[in-house]
C-alpha cells in the first residue's frame, strides 16, 4: 500500500511567463481513488506528468510513503501511467506489451509469462495475447494498455484521460470495470479526467484544478453539494448549477431573497438564517436543476420550500425526466421536471422551489458563503 | 496493493547515480558529432568563404584583405553580368514552365486515369537521373547535325534547322529544356500529392452551388494549393541557383561563356583560373540570393507551425 | 476527391488522355534515343537518325563504354569509376542515414535547450548552395590527407547529406505520439532502448526513404566529385562528363549514350524498385521541409 503526498508542487516551463502549477498540496491516502479534474489547460497533466517523473517541477516534493521521489528518474519511481492514447508499442504484440517493463527490469522469463497470464485474465484478454494493438478495438487496446500497468504491481497507478477516445457506451462500460478493479485490488490511484461523471462515479476524493491552482479536494458529495468556489459550483454538474443575482432580505418571516419571472411576476425565497449578516447585500444563488420541480405534496410543508408559477421558455426531454428552462431576474435557469407530467414550451406551470440544498457566492470574491 | 500481491522476487531494481547522469547527457552527445559537422562544415565554412571574399586569394587561399574590391570587380566583370542575366532567364523560365506544366499535369492526372500509377512513374523518372547524364543525352538530341535537326529532316521536313545548342544566343535555352524535361515531374508529383489532400467535401460543396470544373479548379482548388505552390518554387529557385552539372554537361558554359551561371563562374574561377577571391565573392552572392528567397520563406514555414 | 469528380463526357476525356500519353511521350523520348544509340554503330548513327532503329544491334558501344573509352588522359572505360561511385555512395548512405536517425530520434523525442536552434541550422542548412563551402572544405582535405580520395568524399557526402537524413527522420518520428517514449520510459527504458525496441521496428518506411534519397543524391552528385576528387578517385558522374567532353578522334555517340545508361543505371533500378520512397523522400524534403 502506498501513500502519496504532494507538497506545494511548482512548475514553470522554461521561457513561460506564468506559472503553469501555483503550488498544489494534495495527500492521497493508500489504496485511495483520487480524480484530478479541471477544464483544458489547468495544469492537470502537467501534475500528472509530474508525479511520473516525466517532466521536472520548480518546486516542492512529491513523496511517497514518506521517501522524497521528486529527483529521481521514471524509472526509479516505480510509478505506472495508462495513457489517453493508450501508448500500445504498434510492433510489438499484447504479451510482448505487457512483458516489456518486467523484462527490462530483469525478471526471469518464467515470472513473466506466469505475470502476463495473471494480468491477462483478470482483464478478460488472454484470446489477444499474440495479436498486434492494431488489429484490437479500443475497448481492447484499453485493457491492454491498463494490463501493461498492472503487470508491474507499482505503487502508484496514474490514469491519463484513459476513457476519452472511447465511444460513449464503452466509456460507461469501461467506468465500471475500473471501479470493480479499484475496489479489488485497492491499488493507490490518481486518475485525470475532464469529465466530471467520470469525477464524480469513481473517486473516492476529487481534487479541482483550475490554472494550476486547487479550487477545491473533497469527496464527490462535497464538491457537488458544497462547492468552494463558482468555478466549481459550474464545472461539477451535468446540466450545471444556475446562478442567479439576488439581494437578501429581511422581513418578519425571516431571510429571503425575491426572483421576478420573464412576465414580471415575483416570487420570495426563503434563505437560510446564516445569511443574516448580508441582509441588504446582493448574493450569488446557485441553484441546482434538481432543486426547481414539480410540487411534491410530501415537502411543500416544509419551511424553505416554496411554490411559484413561472413560464416555461424552453423544454429538452431527457428520457427519465424533462430539462425546463425558466427566466429568473433576467438569467436562464434550469429546472429538472418530471416526464410523466409533461410541459409545453411557453407554458405556465407551477414550479416547487427546494431551497434546503442551494448555495451562496460572494459576488466579489466569487467563493461560497459557509455557514457559521 | 502489496498486500493483495506481493511484489514479484525477480524484479531488481535499477541502479541510479553515475548511469542516470550518463542518460541525461546521453541525447547531447548523440547529436554532437552532427552538430559539430555542421557547425564547422556549413557555418564554420560559409564564414571562412566571407572571409576570403574580401581577400586578393588567386591561386592559393591569402590573407591580404582588399575589401570590397573583389565585389566591384565581379561587379564590373561581363562574364559575371552574363552569368546573372543567365540566371535570370533561365531560373525565370525553368521556374515558370515547370510549374505549368506540373501544375497541367497533375489536373489531368487525378481525373481517375486508368494506369495512373504507370504514367506518374514516367513523368517523375528523370528526376532520379544525374544531371550529368541528362545534359549528355540532351546534348545528344540538340546536335546541330545528326540530332533533331536531321529526324525532321528524315521525317520530310527538310527545311527545318535548328542549332541552339552552338548559338550563343540561344544555348541557354536549350538549357531550359533540358531542366524542365528532368524537373517538371516533380512539380506534378507535388502538386497532385496536393490535390489529393484537399478537402473532398468543399468541392461537394462547390458542385451544390453550381460551379463548373474548371471553376472549381481555378477558384477554389488551385488557390487551396498556395503552399505547395510555395514550396515547388523554393526548391525550383534552389536547383536553379545551384544549377552547375546540367551546364557543364550540355555546354560547359559556352559557346564562349553564353551559358555561364553563376554556379558556372564560380567553379572557373576559383578552381581553374586561380581567382579565389572573386570565387569566393561570387559564391558568397549566390548564397545572398538564396536567404533572399529563404528567409522569408523559413519564417512563413516556422510560424505555421507554430500554430499547430 | 476523384470520387466527386464524375467522368465528363467522351470528347474531354479523349483529350485529356491526348495530353498525357504525348506527355509520356516526351518524357520517355531522351531515354528510348540513349537505349538506341548506345546500340547502333557510328556507322549507323551518322546514316539514321535519333528514332531510327539499329540496322545492326551492337554492343561494341557498351564494351567500349565500361573498357576502353577515354576519360580525359586515360583510355580504360568507366568501369574503375563506376565501383569509385559505389565505394563512396554506399558507406556515405549508411552512415548519414545512421547519423540521420539518431538526430532525428533526439530532436524529436529528446529535446533539450538548444536542440531547436540545431534543428533549424540543420534545415537552413539544406538550402546553403555548396559553392559557398567548396573552397573551404578543399583546404581541409588537403589538410587531413583526403584529398582526392574516396574517403574524403565519402566524408564530404556525409556532412551535406546529414541535413536531409536528419530532416526526415525528425519528421517521422514527430509524428509518433510522445505517449509511446513516456510509456517505455516508465517501463524502466532508457535512452537507447527505447529507439532500438520501440522507434526502430517502426522506421522501416523512413529507412528507405533516408537511404533511396541519399544514394540517388550521392550517386548523382558532380560538383563534389569534380571538386575534391581527381585521377583515380573520380565517381562515376565526372567521368561521364570527362568522356563526353574529350575531343580526341572522331565523337563517338554510341559510346557516349552507353557510358551515360551505364551512369544512370544504378539510380533507375532503384527508382523502379523503390519508386513509391523516392516520391516520398521527394516530398518530403520539400513540402514539409
Redesign the interface.
Known amino acids: 500500500?502506498?501513500q502519496l503526498e504532494l507538497r506545494d508542487i511548482r512548475k514553470t516551463y522554461t521561457g513561460a511567463l506564468d506559472e503553469t502549477l501555483k503550488g498544489i498540496n494534495i495527500d492521497i491516502a493508500s489504496g485511495e481513488f483520487l480524480t484530478l479534474v479541471g477544464p483544458s489547460g489547468c495544469g492537470k497533466s502537467t501534475l500528472m506528468n509530474s508525479i511520473a517523473g516525466l517532466e521536472s517541477i520548480t518546486g516542492g516534493s512529491i513523496v511517497v510513503n514518506g521517501r522524497d521521489i521528486s529527483g529521481?528518474?521514471p524509472?526509479?519511481r516505480d510509478i505506472a501511467m495508462v495513457f489517453q492514447s493508450y501508448a500500445l508499442y504498434p510492433t510489438m504484440s499484447v504479451r510482448e506489451n505487457i512483458a516489456f517493463g518486467?523484462k527490462i527490469?530483469?525478471?526471469?522469463k518464467e515470472?513473466i509469462r506466469q505475470?502476463v497470464e495473471r494480468v491477462a485474465d483478470l482483464l478478460q484478454i488472454s484470446p489477444l495475447l499474440d495479436k498486434k494493438p492494431a488489429r484490437l478495438s479500443g475497448g481492447q487496446q484499453q485493457r491492454v494498455a491498463m494490463g501493461r500497468a498492472l503487470a508491474r504491481?507499482?505503487?502508484i497507478y496514474l490514469f491519463d484521460e484513459p476513457l476519452s477516445n472511447l465511444d460513449a457506451k464503452l466509456r460507461v462500460e469501461m467506468r465500471t470495470e475500473i471501479k470493480k478493479l479499484h475496489q479489488r485490488?485497492?491499488?493507490?490511484i490518481v486518475y485525470v479526467t475532464h469529465d466530471q461523471i467520470e469525477a464524480m462515479t469513481l473517486a473516492d476524493r476529487i481534487a479541482v484544478l483550475k490554472d494550476g491552482e486547487l479550487q477545491q479536494l473533497g469527496t464527490p458529495k462535497e464538491v457537488y453539494d458544497t462547492p468552494e468556489n463558482l468555478f466549481v459550483a459550474s464545472f461539477m454538474g451535468s446540466p450545471s448549477m444556475s446562478f442567479i443575482e439576488v439581494a437578501i432580505e429581511r422581513s418578519e418571516a425571516g431571510l429571503s431573497v425575491t426572483v421576478e419571472g420573464s412576465d414580471g411576476r415575483t416570487l420570495a425565497l426563503p434563505v437560510p438564517a446564516y445569511l443574516e449578516s448580508w441582509a441588504g447585500k446582493r448574493v450569488v444563488l446557485g441553484i441546482r436543476p434538481e432543486h426547481i420541480s414539480q410540487p411534491d405534496d410530501q415537502k411543500t410543508d416544509h419551511p424553505m420550500v416554496t411554490s411559484g408559477r413561472f413560464k416555461v421558455e424552453v423544454t429538452e426531454p431527457t428520457g427519465p425526466d424533462v430539462l425546463a428552462v425558466i427566466r429568473l431576474n433576467d438569467t436562464d435557469v434550469q429546472c429538472r421536471l418530471d416526464a410523466e407530467h409533461p410541459v409545453n414550451w411557453g407554458e405556465e406551470a407551477d414550479l416547487m422551489f427546494d431551497m434546503r440544498k442551494v448555495v451562496f457566492f460572494d459576488p466579489e470574491s466569487e467563493k461560497r458563503i459557509r455557514p457559521q | 496493493?502489496?498486500?493483495?500481491?506481493s511484489?514479484?522476487?525477480?524484479?531488481?531494481?535499477?541502479p541510479?547515480g553515475l548511469m542516470?547522469g550518463l542518460?541525461r547527457w546521453?541525447?547531447?552527445l548523440?547529436?554532437a558529432?552532427?552538430?559539430i559537422?555542421?557547425?564547422i562544415?556549413?557555418?564554420?565554412?560559409?564564414l571562412?568563404?566571407?572571409v576570403?571574399s574580401f581577400t586578393n586569394s588567386s591561386f592559393l587561399?591569402s590573407y591580404d584583405f582588399v575589401g570590397l574590391a573583389q565585389y566591384a570587380k565581379l561587379m564590373e566583370s561581363e562574364r559575371w553580368l552574363v552569368a546573372s542575366r543567365n540566371l535570370a532567364i533561365f531560373g525565370g523560365l525553368f521556374i515558370g514552365i515547370c510549374l505549368l506544366?506540373g501544375v497541367?499535369?497533375a489536373i489531368?492526372?487525378?481525373?481517375?486515369?486508368r494506369q495512373e500509377g504507370a504514367?506518374r512513374?514516367?513523368?517523375?523518372?528523370?528526376?532520379?537521373?544525374?544531371?550529368?547524364?541528362?545534359?549528355?543525352?540532351?546534348?545528344?538530341?540538340l546536335?546541330p547535325r545528326?540530332?533533331?535537326e536531321?529526324?525532321m529532316?528524315?521525317?520530310g521536313w527538310t527545311s527545318f534547322s535548328f542549332d541552339w545548342l552552338v548559338n550563343s544566343d540561344f544555348a541557354i535555352y536549350t538549357i531550359v529544356m533540358a531542366a524542365v524535361?528532368q524537373a517538371s515531374?516533380?512539380v506534378m508529383?507535388?502538386f497532385l500529392?496536393g490535390?489529393?489532400g484537399?478537402d473532398?467535401s468543399i468541392?461537394?460543396a462547390a458542385?451544390v452551388d453550381g460551379a463548373s470544373?474548371p471553376v472549381i479548379y481555378w477558384k477554389i482548388i488551385l488557390p487551396s494549393l498556395r503552399?505547395?505552390f510555395f514550396?515547388?518554387v523554393?526548391?525550383l529557385a534552389?536547383i536553379a541557383?545551384?544549377s552547375?552539372?546540367l551546364v557543364?554537361?550540355m555546354t560547359?558554359g559556352g559557346p564562349g561563356y553564353s551559358t555561364d551561371l553563376?554556379?558556372v563562374f564560380?567553379?572557373a574561377h576559383?578552381?581553374t583560373r586561380g581567382q579565389?577571391g572573386l570565387?569566393?565573392a561570387?559564391?558568397?552572392l549566390?548564397?545572398g540570393a538564396?536567404l533572399a528567397l529563404?528567409v522569408p520563406y523559413?519564417y512563413s514555414e516556422?510560424r505555421e507551425k507554430r500554430h499547430d | 476527391?476523384?470520387?466527386?469528380?464524375r467522368?465528363?463526357f467522351r470528347p474531354s476525356?479523349i483529350a485529356?488522355?491526348g495530353?498525357?500519353l504525348l506527355?509520356?511521350l516526351?518524357?520517355?523520348?531522351?531515354?528510348i534515343?540513349?537505349l538506341i544509340?548506345s546500340f547502333k554503330t557510328p556507322m549507323d548513327?551518322?546514316t539514321?537518325?535519333?528514332?531510327?532503329l539499329p540496322t545492326d544491334w551492337t554492343v561494341v558501344g557498351w564494351t567500349k563504354a565500361w573498357s576502353e573509352a577515354c576519360t580525359g588522359v586515360q583510355c580504360n572505360g568507366v568501369s574503375g569509376y563506376f565501383w569509385n561511385s559505389f565505394k563512396m555512395t554506399v558507406p556515405a548512405v549508411l552512415i548519414s542515414t545512421l547519423?540521420g536517425a539518431?538526430?532525428g530520434?533526439?530532436?524529436s523525442k529528446?529535446k533539450?535547450k538548444g536542440?531547436d536552434l540545431?534543428f533549424?541550422?540543420?534545415?537552413?542548412?539544406c538550402?546553403?548552395?555548396?559553392?559557398?563551402?567548396?573552397?573551404?572544405?578543399?583546404?581541409t582535405l588537403g589538410k587531413l590527407g583526403l584529398a582526392n580520395t574516396t574517403a574524403g568524399l565519402v566524408l564530404v557526402h556525409?556532412?551535406?547529406g546529414?541535413?536531409f537524413t536528419?530532416l526526415f527522420f525528425r519528421n517521422y518520428y514527430v509524428a509518433i505520439p510522445d505517449a509511446l517514449v513516456k510509456a517505455a520510459r516508465l517501463d524502466?527504458a532508457?535512452?537507447?532502448t527505447i529507439f532500438f525496441r520501440i522507434l526502430l521496428p517502426m522506421s522501416t518506411p523512413i529507412f528507405m526513404v533516408s537511404l533511396i534519397w541519399q544514394f540517388?543524391q550521392i550517386?548523382?552528385?558532380?560538383?563534389f566529385g569534380?571538386?575534391f576528387a581527381s585521377g583515380d578517385s573520380q565517381p562515376i558522374?565526372v567521368a561521364?562528363?570527362n568522356l563526353?567532353?574529350t575531343s580526341t578522334g572522331v565523337k563517338e555517340?554510341n559510346v557516349?549514350?552507353a557510358?551515360?545508361m551505364i551512369?544512370?543505371l544504378p539510380?533507375?533500378v532503384?527508382?523502379?524498385v523503390a519508386?513509391k520512397y523516392?516520391?516520398r523522400g521527394?516530398?518530403a524534403g520539400?513540402?514539409k521541409?
Open positions: 500500500m502506498s529521481m528518474e524509472k526509479d518486467l527490469r530483469g525478471m526471469p515470472e505475470e504491481r507499482p505503487k485490488l485497492r491499488t493507490t | 496493493m502489496e498486500h493483495t500481491q511484489r514479484p522476487a525477480g524484479v531488481a531494481r535499477a541510479s542516470d542518460q546521453l541525447p547531447k548523440v547529436v558529432p552532427t552538430f559537422l555542421i557547425g562544415g556549413i557555418y564554420g565554412y560559409m571562412w568563404t566571407g576570403l587561399p506544366i497541367v499535369l489531368f492526372l487525378d481525373q481517375r486515369i504514367i512513374t514516367i513523368y517523375l523518372y528523370p528526376m532520379a537521373l544525374s544531371m550529368i547524364v541528362t545534359g549528355t543525352v540532351w546534348r545528344w538530341i546536335n545528326l540530332g533533331l536531321k529526324l529532316h528524315d521525317w524535361w515531374g516533380f508529383a507535388l500529392a490535390l489529393r484537399v473532398s468541392i461537394r458542385r470544373l503552399p505547395v514550396s515547388s523554393m526548391v534552389h541557383i545551384k552547375f552539372d557543364m554537361a560547359a553563376p554556379a564560380m567553379y576559383t578552381f579565389m570565387g569566393s561570387s559564391a558568397m549566390m548564397l538564396i529563404l523559413l516556422l | 476527391m476523384t470520387d466527386v469528380i467522368t465528363g476525356r485529356i488522355y495530353v498525357l506527355a509520356c516526351v518524357y520517355l523520348i531522351p531515354l534515343v540513349m544509340t548513327i551518322r539514321g537518325n535519333l528514332l531510327a547519423l539518431f538526430n530520434y533526439v530532436l529528446w533539450f536542440s540545431m533549424g541550422m540543420l534545415l537552413f542548412g538550402f546553403v548552395p555548396f559553392q559557398v563551402v567548396l573552397l573551404p572544405m578543399a583546404a556525409v556532412i551535406y546529414v541535413a536528419t524502466g532508457g535512452f537507447f540517388t550517386w548523382n552528385d558532380f560538383l569534380v571538386v558522374t561521364l562528363n563526353v567532353n555517340y557516349d549514350m557510358a551515360a551512369a544512370a539510380t533507375l532503384v527508382y523502379i519508386g523516392f516520391i521527394l516530398t520539400s513540402v521541409g
